[in-house]
């Protein structure tokens, strides 16, 4: 067992002697879980492969799910790609640091562990001052899972990251909930046109404002591309029904059945029409603003599971913008 600390660290002024003794960890080989602006991730030197193994081992993460590679600036790039594509210089310009994962052809320089035996390897610029000085303390590139334990939410607070990892970990930098509070969003560039592997906090419909029509990858050919997304996630350990929103009918008679079947049941409702239904200990109503809503849906799902509800009955949002990367979480979850 570790020690784990948690380590406070505003966003606003950074403390240069927590970063140091963080990047120091890292440089030991040790990890460090460190805030971004979608989800926390889970941190190791990408050139130390002890370092990168262990996060596979406190994840439990399958080994042929590949890493994001975290970087500071586009000089980074030159050790890690091997080669830039246009429209990947046209989205980095745009939106990095951003919540945007950009997947290319590797250099040798990268390591089997990181990239599953891919020949590419995932890039992302975060959008965070204390992940930023953490990568710039290092001077390398950081891999940076989502630091929590492979299938369940990921987390967007440090006490979320602490009630996976506590004692498998070294450190845990804090900085508060992470305000987009879903994952990035991973685009193929290898290809044109590019293809979204997984949707994320930037939108689609952004995307293509920039570089013109993506796909999506419905082609059956996401196994070889994206192995991550294949695997179970996001889901809590209570079971997740999914109901359309505003439609107040299928939820309460869904709410019904399950409590005539003696289950513990819970809820998260956005719309006032299912709000108005109900009240109670494991009812939670979130804001309809679809922004808010992502920020804050991993942790309600946490917060019903500590609280042991058997089913999470969640009120669906519509499916653009944000809403098409909260329903592909919910659609995942729902799946379990
Ligand atoms: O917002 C995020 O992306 C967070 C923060 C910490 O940056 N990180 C994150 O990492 O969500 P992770 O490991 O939980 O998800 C990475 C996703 C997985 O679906 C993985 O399969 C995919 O990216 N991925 C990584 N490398 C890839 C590659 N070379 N080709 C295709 N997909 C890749
Ligand atoms: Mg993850």
């Known amino acids: 067992m570790t020690e784990t600390k948690i380590l406070p660290v505003s966003p606003e ?17 040790g990890l460090v879980a460190f805030p971004t602006e979608t989800v926390y991730g889970l941190g190791a030197d990408v050139l130390n492969l002890e370092a990168v ?3 596979f081992d ?18 980074q790039l030159d050790d890690i790609v091997d080669e830039i594509p246009d429209k990947a210089k046209t989205l980095g310009e745009a939106f990095w640091p951003g919540p945007l994962t950009l997947v290319m052809k590797r250099t040798i320089l990268v390591s089997d562990l990181v990239t599953a035996g891919l020949d590419t390897v ?35 607070t440090a006490q979320h990251v602490y009630d996976d990892l506590r004692g498998q970990i070294e450190v845990i930098l804090d900085s508060g909930q992470t305000t987009i509070g879903m994952e990035s969003t991973v685009v193929d560039v290898t290809v044109d046109p590019p293809v979204i592997l997984r949707l994320g906090g930037l939108t689609r419909e952004r995307i293509e404002e920039v570089i013109g029509p993506v796909e999506t990858d419905s082609t059956g050919d996401r196994s070889r591309r994206s192995p991550g997304t294949l695997h179970r996630h996001y889901a809590p350990k209570a079971q997740v029904l999914l109901v359309r929103h505003g439609d107040p009918a299928a939820f309460a008679a869904l709410l019904q059945d399950q409590r005539q079947a ?15 239904l109900e009240s109670g200990e494991f009812y939670r109503v979130l804001p ?11 942790r309600t799902l946490r917060e019903l599971d500590a609280m042991r509800v058997e089913v999470i009955v969640v009120e669906g949002v519509e499916e653009d913008g944000l809403g ?4 592909d979480r919910l659609r995942r979850a729902s799946q379990g």
């Open 262 to 276: 003696g289950r513990k049941v819970g809820s998260i409702v956005h719309s006032a029409l299912l709000a108005k």
């Open 58 to 75: 406190v994840k439990g993460r399958p080994p042929d799910n590949p890493l994001i590679v975290h970087v500071a600036g586009t000089k």
């Open 288 to 298: 309809s603003s679809i922004d808010i809503f992502a920020r804050h849906l991993f």
């Open 13 to 29: 002024a950074l403390d240069a002697e927590i970063i140091t003794q963080a990047a120091d960890v890292l440089r030991r080989g």
């Open 53 to 55: 193994k262990k996060v």
């Open 324 to 327: 098409a990367t909260v329903m």
């Open 122 to 156: 995932a890039v992302r610029m975060p959008d965070h001052p204390v992940a930023l000085a953490l990568i710039r303390a290092l001077g390398e590139g950081i891999v940076g899972p989502s630091a929590n334990l492979s299938g369940k939410p990921s987390p967007t």
